[in-house]
């Protein structure tokens, strides 16, 4: 059974910084790319960021370039999401997947629950 769990969500500061991790169980973790779409409340779920399954390709939504970096480590089974200069309008429930590269969320078949992020500020 494929599962995917994030962590690392919680309360901060308007400018501060939080890594989200989500740890991939039940699939070969390195035949899939790895993305991280978010909610926020009232809002259409939104494309985040997606990482190849080598690492070696990312893609950014533009209201993130810059200020947030996916990375994975495949002998960990593990994705992250580092997010600097946190911004109230980051708010939302951040989610992973595993699926085919690209910023689509019909790529993806496996979903994590989420992790709420929130941006006080």
């Known amino acids: 059974q494929v599962q995917l769990v994030e962590s690392g969500g919680g309360l901060v500061q308007a400018g501060g910084s939080l890594r989200l991790s989500c740890a991939a169980s039940?699939?070969?973790?390195?035949?899939?790319?790895m993305a991280w779409f978010r909610q926020a409340p009232g809002k259409e779920r939104e494309f985040v960021a997606v990482i190849s399954w080598s690492g070696t390709g990312t893609i950014y939504a533009n209201s993130v370039k810059g200020q947030f970096t996916i990375s994975r480590d495949n002998t960990k089974n593990t994705v992250y999401l580092q997010m600097n200069s946190l911004k109230p309008e980051d708010t939302a429930i951040y989610c992973c997947?595993?699926?085919?590269?690209?910023?689509?969320?019909?790529?993806?078949?496996?979903w994590g629950q989420g992790t709420q992020v929130t941006v006080s500020s």
């Open positions: 997947a595993a699926g085919r590269y690209g910023s689509s969320y019909r790529l993806y078949t496996h």
């Open positions: 039940g699939l070969t973790f390195s035949d899939y790319a």
